[in-house]
């Protein structure tokens, strides 16, 4: 059985319980987690959300700005590894970069709830995947969230892992 699409007032929400769930995760971790690569090229919980940032700004609210500017605008793509290098997050404080993401996330809430009926079914060309309607990137954003919320929290598993000595018995498969 295939659910139907949330609504504009739900994703809304959920868009605002994401930031409240990063904002309480990554407040609880001491700097050396919040630093933490659990491998070699991956993302610290930091880099995680200056890739949020980013999102926000090029991916989603930036895009559904675009689409509603525009009929039928072309859409671009860019490289998400190339500007996570390029904002050097790791090093950044995690608050500062907790108040961007934000400020942001503010906006596009409140961009959501501004979201007529008929501004859902409004789309643009991405050179990657064809037609994204607004409907679409509102549940791929949601969708995108909670990956990259769960990415954190997997961060923070294994920064703990080498410290639970006989207790990782209890997680082995």
Not at 151 to 167: I, T
Request: overall charge negative.
């Amino acid at each position: 059985m295939t659910a139907g699409p949330l609504p504009s007032s739900a994703v809304g929400a959920l868009l605002g319980a994401a930031a409240t769930m990063i904002h309480a995760e990554m407040g609880a971790l001491a700097p050396a987690a919040l630093e933490f690569h659990p491998a070699p090229g991956e993302w610290c919980a930091k880099e995680v959300l200056g890739h949020l940032i980013e999102c926000e700004r090029r991916g989603f609210s930036g895009r559904i700005a675009l689409i509603l500017a525009g009929d039928a605008p072309a859409l671009e793509g860019w490289d998400q590894e190339a500007v996570a290098r390029a904002r050097h997050d790791c090093r950044r404080d995690w608050s500062v970069l907790y108040r961007e993401f934000r400020d942001l996330r503010d906006a596009s809430v409140a961009q959501v709830g501004g979201l007529a009926p008929a501004d859902l079914g409004r789309g643009g060309a991405h050179p990657k995947v064809g037609l994204l309607r607004v409907s679409d990137l509102l549940h791929e954003w949601v969708h995108h969230d909670r990956n990259h919320i769960r990415q954190m929290l997997a961060n923070v598993q294994a920064y703990a892992w080498p410290h639970m000595g006989n207790a990782q018995r209890f997680s082995l498969p």
